[in-house]
């Protein structure tokens, strides 16, 4: 049984960083695909980064240039480094997995595992 695990997040004022971690257990996470998944209150949860197995990255384009999608395969982590934070990227964060090593399109349905999120709050 996979399993995700997300830390890191919290209370940041505007333009401050914060970085999420994404402990994986119970599976081969080095051949998945890793992602990032947000969702604010009232709204659709949406893709915000990937990384494929072999390092390949895709960004939504509200955080290119800010957030860094990264992975340790030898500890089963993925993290995502978030830079110039916004009022806006106030949301719970949720890492997701899929057992493809490349990654498919960041829509819900494509990813079968999930972690329970963290809630990273960017106050202006």
């Known amino acids: 049984q996979v399993q995700l695990v997300e830390s890191g997040g919290g209370s940041v004022q505007a333009g401050g960083s914060l970085r999420l971690s994404c402990a994986v257990s119970?599976?081969?996470?080095?051949?998945?695909?890793m992602a990032w998944f947000r969702q604010a209150p009232g709204k659709e949860r949406e893709g915000v980064a990937l990384?494929?197995?072999?390092?390949?990255?895709w960004y939504a384009n509200s955080v290119k240039g800010r957030f860094t999608i990264s992975r340790d395969n030898a500890m089963n982590n993925a993290y995502l480094q978030m830079n110039s934070l916004k009022s806006e990227d106030t949301a719970m964060y949720y890492c997701?997995?899929?057992?493809?090593?490349?990654?498919?399109?960041?829509?819900?349905?494509?990813?079968?595992?999930w972690g329970q999120g963290t809630q990273v709050t960017v106050s202006s």
């Open positions: 997701a997995a899929d057992s493809r090593t490349w990654c498919p399109a960041a829509t819900m349905s494509n990813y079968r595992y």
């Open positions: 119970g599976g081969t996470s080095s051949r998945y695909c």
């Open positions: 990384i494929a197995s072999a390092g390949g990255t």
